[in-house]
């Protein structure tokens, strides 16, 4: 069994109103050293060993677990045990 | 003319859709839920607005990959008018039907009141009821409605003459104003205004009526009148 890891954040140049929220709470919280916050979902995959583990995770990354218009998705994949 | 009106788990618009078609615009519905996969007894699809799947993951990304959405695409493929209302163009939108994708409004709020609208198109099968750069008025009711494409794709709806909707002044922070667009072909249309909520004077504007009607008319242009 792997534990997939699956980090999907907003593209560069893609409004996060999310994040800017955050910021001005936190610079209301005197932490004004944060210049920008951007918010993205961390998505956690177990999975059956696959003979194409890494094509398949693209491929649902690509199909539904991001949208390639306005996110981008980097993984990491490591052994679990269940 | 029969309509389809695709339900989900958690579309919330669907039975003010299918009053619009049958009562106001006198015509023939049916709900049809998510889960079948052949629509072609229907002569056009609706998909309504709503929460479905409660939103997760993104706005209408669950939906897309539902079964109905592989008939929907099949149906298209045909030439079949399909609207998609709110979570409807959502849904259309992670489907892949229209370009683009959906983020929350620029000002975090749920927005639900009336909003003036432009109508840049008027020769869609879904607008030509409508005067040429027609200004008119629809309820708008959504949290993610702020449109969003790149540049490159914001080039070639402009070429292909796809933007049918803009806010005069927009609401939510969508990209060069955009409340509507359609396919190349024009027989997809998506907005984030509610027109199934203005089809009678009653409840404040009929201006949504007109989108139905001229669905009808064309609808009626292009079959009973050649055979």
Redesign the interface.
């Known amino acids: 069994m792997y534990k997939v890891k699956v980090y999907v954040t907003l593209k560069e ?3 996060d ?2 994040g800017k ?1 955050i910021q001005q709470s936190l610079s209301s919280l005197s932490y004004q050293e944060v210049e920008e916050v951007r918010v993205g ?1 961390y998505i956690e995959l177990f999975v059956e060993p696959h003979e194409q583990l890494e094509e398949r995770i693209n491929k649902m990354c690509d199909e ?2 991001a ?1 390639p ?2 996110e981008e998705y980097q993984y990491e994949i490591e052994e679990a045990v269940r | 003319m029969k309509f389809a009106v695709i339900v989900f788990p958690g579309s919330n618009c669907d039975r003010d859709m299918l009053y619009a078609i049958t009562d106001a615009l006198q015509e023939e519905a049916h709900f049809v839920w998510h889960s079948e996969s052949d629509l072609s007894s229907y002569d056009a699809i609706l998909l309504p607005g709503g929460f479905s799947y409660g939103d997760y993951l993104r706005s209408g990304a669950m939906s897309s990959t539902s079964p109905v959405m592989k008939a929907v695409k099949a149906e298209v493929g045909k030439g079949k008018p399909v609207l998609g209302v709110c979570n409807g163009f959502q849904i259309l939108l992670e489907a892949g039907l229209l370009p683009g994708a959906m983020l929350p409004n620029e000002n975090l709020s749920f927005i639900c009141r009336n909003i003036p609208l432009r109508v840049e198109r008027q020769d869609t099968m879904f607008t030509s009821a409508f005067d040429e750069k027609e200004a008119i008025t629809l309820p708008i009711a959504h949290g993610d409605g702020n449109y969003f494409c790149d540049d490159a794709t914001y080039q070639s709806l402009v070429d292909n003459n796809q933007i049918v909707f803009t806010y005069p002044s927009n609401p939510n922070g969508s990209v060069h104003d955009i409340a509507g667009i359609c396919n190349e072909q024009g027989n997809v249309l998506g907005m984030m205004p509610h027109p199934e909520r203005a089809v009678e004077a009653l409840l404040g504007s009929t201006d949504g009526l007109k989108i139905f009607q001229s669905i009808l008319t064309n609808w009626r242009e292009a079959h009973v009148l050649n055979t």
């Open positions: 140049g893609v409004l109103p999310q929220a979902k539904l677990l949208n218009v306005i």
